[in-house]
Antibody, heavy 121, light 107 residues
Framework: QVQLQESGPGLVKPSETLSLTCTVSGGSISSYYWSWIRQPPGKGLEWIGYIYYSGSTNYNPSLKSRVTISVDTSKNQFSLKLSSVTAADTAVYYC???????????????WGQGTTVTVSS | DIQMTQSPSSLSASVGDRVTITCRASQSISSYLNWYQQKPGKAPKLLIYAASSLQSGVPSRFSGSGSGTDFTLTISSLQPEDFATYYCQQSYSTPPTFGQGTRLEIK
């Protein structure tokens, strides 16, 4: 079955850019939407954005000015870049597959294990 | 953004109990509502989609209902593995938003 694995630095300095990659295994990245979600320590879930395998994106307006999500179908990967990070960006970052339920919206049905990113000097 | 409010925020119950968690949206979201279960240190798991449809592989003791602004997740007979945090999530409008979570603890 499809599995997702996040990778990237666990420590990022303030004002720098957070970069993470999600590798999709056990299936193709094609024909699906793929999402990033984060969870600050001890808090709830925040949707960052999603990308279609063709490259079209949709971002959370609260993060849109700092977020870029891209896809590399040849590597079966998609990536997250978040610029100008602060301590408030410290969180567990999850990648996930988006599943559309016809006319009843969408959800995330396959998730990576998550990777902790700490913003600190 | 649509605000999702869950109640209660925490709940103590015993194995075998019937448990209901409520999620209220700040505006009507039709049936664009999903439920997730998250255990400590793990990623969320999709349980219910479109308010009342059971995700494949999820035990039938889980059920969801509601439409518009008010939704419920019911666990008919709690099992030891059900003690976790539960989140609702709307996909009616961007950004999709989650409730603050309901922590289900063993009594």
């Amino acid at each position: 079955q499809v599995q997702l694995q996040e990778s990237g630095p666990g420590l990022v300095k303030p004002s720098e850019t957070l970069s993470l990659t999600c590798t999709v295994s056990g299936g193709s990245i094609s024909s699906y939407y793929w999402s990033w979600i984060r969870q600050p320590p001890g808090k709830g879930l925040e949707w960052i954005g999603y990308i279609y395998y063709s490259g079209s994106t949709n971002y959370n307006p609260s993060l849109k000015s700092r977020v870029t999500i891209s896809v590399d179908t040849s590597k079966n990967q998609f990536s997250l870049k978040l610029s100008s990070v602060t301590a408030a960006d410290t969180a567990v970052y999850y990648c996930a597959r988006v599943l559309w339920f016809g006319e009843k919206g969408y959800g995330m049905d396959v998730w990576g294990q998550g990777t902790t990113v700490t913003v600190s000097s | 953004d649509i605000q999702m409010t869950q109640s209660p925020s925490s709940l103590s119950a015993s194995v075998g109990d019937r448990v209901t968690i409520t999620c209220r949206a700040s505006q009507s979201i039709s049936s664009y509502l999903n439920w997730y279960q998250q255990k400590p240190g793990k990623a969320p798991k999709l349980l219910i989609y479109a308010a009342s449809s059971l995700q494949s592989g999820v035990p039938s003791r889980f059920s969801g209902s509601g439409s518009g602004t008010d939704f419920t997740l019911t666990i008919s007979s709690l099992q030891p593995e059900d003690f976790a945090t539960y989140y609702c999530q709307q996909s009616y409008s961007t950004p999709p938003t989650f409730g603050q979570g309901t922590r289900l603890e063993i009594k």
